[in-house]
């Protein structure tokens, strides 16, 4: 499977950005995950193809994954963005069954067995 991520850029704290990600064929799981200098990889949102989505704490009622089946597109839409989000972003994907997708995304992301190569997301105060 190959994942590959765009949307990622320079931004001032409060901005907005959106995240996408192209996938080249269908996996139940998928989420984003981040991870700045330093930092443990921090699984951020998970959404399973039929429907259950899952936030962190970090992230939750500011940025919103969606997905489009019928492109292949996996996308995050970030607001009131923080320089705290700053980090390299990556897109992965499992098979996990259905229930278990946050449990990897956010609980174990480096148990993913799919992953993009990261867009970054700076944010200035």
């Known amino acids: 499977v190959q994942l590959t991520e765009s949307g990622g850029g320079s931004v001032q704290a409060g901005g907005s950005l959106t995240l996408s990600c192209s996938y080249s064929?269908?996996?139940?799981?998928m989420g984003w995950i981040r991870q700045a200098p330093g930092k443990e990889r921090e699984g951020i949102a998970s959404?399973?193809?039929?429907?259950?989505?899952r936030y962190a704490e970090s992230v939750k009622g500011r940025f919103t994954i969606s997905q489009d089946r019928s492109k292949n597109m996996l996308y995050l839409q970030m607001n009131n963005l923080k320089p705290e989000d700053s980090a390299m972003y990556y897109c992965?994907?499992?098979?996990?069954?259905?229930?278990?997708?946050?449990?990897?995304?956010?609980?174990?992301?480096?148990?993913?067995?799919?992953w993009g190569q990261g867009t970054q997301v700076s944010v200035s105060s």
């Open positions: 992965a994907a499992d098979s996990v069954g259905p229930g278990y997708c946050s449990h990897y995304v956010i609980g174990s992301p480096e148990a993913l067995d799919e």
């Open positions: 064929e269908f996996i139940y799981c």
């Open positions: 959404i399973e193809s039929d429907g259950p989505i």
